[in-house]
């Protein structure tokens, strides 16, 4: 089955959707008509320029090139996943615990696929590499942004039962146990979600999109059994990660809590 | 009371960011009063010694230097129990190694047996305080650090605390306590370490 391409009467066409949703905005004094256009035009921006760019790397197939454009995927994730954090740990590490246990998750998440299940010739195809790192570095940096605030949001607020365990002579890894156990659990609820209601809820979009562009849906379901495993293999060992370097970063080696490690509550 | 072999507890130097306190010694038996207005440094004080903030100093339980055990094996010698009690299970039973020894001294600070099987979320203030006393106790720590223990409890039930307290005492514990009370202070104590405003601390007598 051959590709229908899109031309650009057809996103155009598609777009009037969004003149409709703007104008209802406007008639209903909703005030989204304005955030709705510029969040449009941006994307629609970001897009086409990624589309450029990667159609220049797959052109090359430079490992270099290639590497350096997985890295800077990654260091955008960090500072996003640093964002979403009500409270980060002060200095370089509010940054560097999220950015390094990505980097980790993801790189061997994706090179473990690329070298065993998918294999491409070379292996570092950027037309696969990056693909597959983005779809598992969305989701792994989901889950690490939500393990590390859930931690230090739950360690700020349960001090006291924190505090009175370490007191007692408890060792810090026992007093924060139900602390970082909250973590992971909210980390890796989504992927649990997600796996349990695709198919039957959603159709994922990388398995519809291969049913668009012709491919057979067994095959297309196959890919995608795959990178659900992968997403949720680099989820956990991204939060697990995460959440244990930055518990043992509010915590230290004399067994103390130490949450004047942790960056001032953000102003709302 | 000169020698570290005979003293409980001595402490040399201590340093910790608020607080200025002086060299002091505590002979097994002894209780030592921490008064002075709130905001003075007290819960700082006991929470250093208890080695739960960064500091610094020449801290010795029966002449073991604190820097040479690890900091879980001097907080089972060295207790502190904080003002505002901490509890991490559902149940209160869950707090505790072994309720059951633990029963006879809630009992005695006026809680039932039940009180074990009771969700934390039910307790009030006041039996969550006490509770936190009686998981101190049961450890058998050569040395309690309590911040204003019998802060909001009546008057009976302060009286039971005292009394267990004291027990402590005559078996050669020793106890550091803060207080607001001058009379408990002077009931418990024979030294008071009294904090000014500006954190700096000198013993005096209680009375």
């Not at chain 1, 008509?33 to 790397?57: F, P, Y």
């Not at chain 1, 408890?170 to 659990?185: E, F, Y």
Request: aromatic content about 6%; hydrophobic content about 50%.
């Amino acid at each position: 089955m051959p590709l229908i391409a899109l031309d650009y009467w057809d996103l155009a066409l598609a777009a009037l959707l969004l003149l409709v949703n703007a104008g209802l905005s406007i008639w209903l004094q909703l005030g989204l008509a304005r955030d709705t256009l510029i969040a449009a035009a941006r994307m629609a921006v970001q897009l086409s320029l990624m589309g450029l760019v990667l159609k220049m790397l797959f052109g090359m197939v430079s490992p270099w090139l290639t590497g350096l454009f997985a890295l800077a995927m990654i260091l955008f994730a960090g500072r996003e996943a640093m964002a979403r954090q009500e409270r980060r740990l002060a200095g370089w590490w509010g940054y560097g615990v999220g950015t390094t246990a990505m980097l980790a998750a993801a790189a061997i998440v994706t090179v473990f696929a690329l070298t065993t299940q998918v294999r491409p010739d070379p292996w570092y195809d950027p037309r696969y590499a990056i693909p597959l790192l983005g779809m598992i570095l969305g989701n792994t940096m989901t889950g690490v942004a939500l393990g590390l605030h859930t931690l230090t949001a739950t360690a700020a607020r349960e001090k006291a039962a924190i505090e009175a365990r370490l007191a007692l002579g408890h060792p810090r890894n026992d007093a924060l146990r139900h602390v970082v156990a909250a973590a992971l659990r909210t980390a890796l609820m989504p992927i649990v979600n997600s796996m349990a209601a695709t198919g039957l809820v959603a159709l994922p979009g990388m398995m519809t999109g291969q049913i668009l562009s012709g491919v057979d849906p067994v095959e297309a379901v196959k890919y995608q059994i795959l990178i659900m495993f992968l997403i949720a293999g680099g989820t956990g060992f991204g939060a697990l990660t995460a959440v244990l370097a930055a518990a043992a970063r509010i915590t230290d080696g004399r067994h103390r809590l130490r949450l004047d490690r942790l960056a001032p509550k953000k102003a709302r | 009371m000169t020698s570290d072999g005979e003293a409980l507890l001595s402490v040399r130097g201590l340093v910790r960011a608020g607080i200025d306190i002086p060299d002091f010694e505590l002979a097994p038996g002894e209780a030592l009063a921490v008064v002075g207005p709130s905001g003075s440094g007290k819960s700082l004080f006991l929470r250093a010694l208890a080695d739960l903030d960064p500091n610094e100093g020449d801290i010795r339980l029966r002449g073991d230097a604190r820097g040479a055990m690890s900091a879980p094996d001097w907080r089972r010698r060295v207790t502190f129990v904080a003002g505002e009690s901490g509890w991490w299970a559902e149940r209160v039973r869950d707090h505790f190694e072994d309720w059951e020894a633990a029963e006879p001294l809630a009992k005695r600070l006026g809680l039932p047996e039940e009180a074990g099987g009771w969700t934390i979320s039910r307790l009030s203030t006041g039996e969550r305080q006490r509770l936190a006393l009686v998981r101190a106790l049961v450890q058998e720590p050569d040395l309690l650090l309590l911040d204003e223990p019998t802060s909001g409890l009546d008057t009976e039930t302060e009286t039971a605390a005292e009394e267990i307290l004291a027990e402590r005492l005559s078996v050669g514990a020793a106890i550091l306590f803060s207080t607001h009370d001058e009379a408990q202070a002077g009931r418990l104590a024979n030294r008071c370490l009294r904090f000014a405003k500006d954190g700096a601390a000198e013993i005096t007598s209680c009375r």
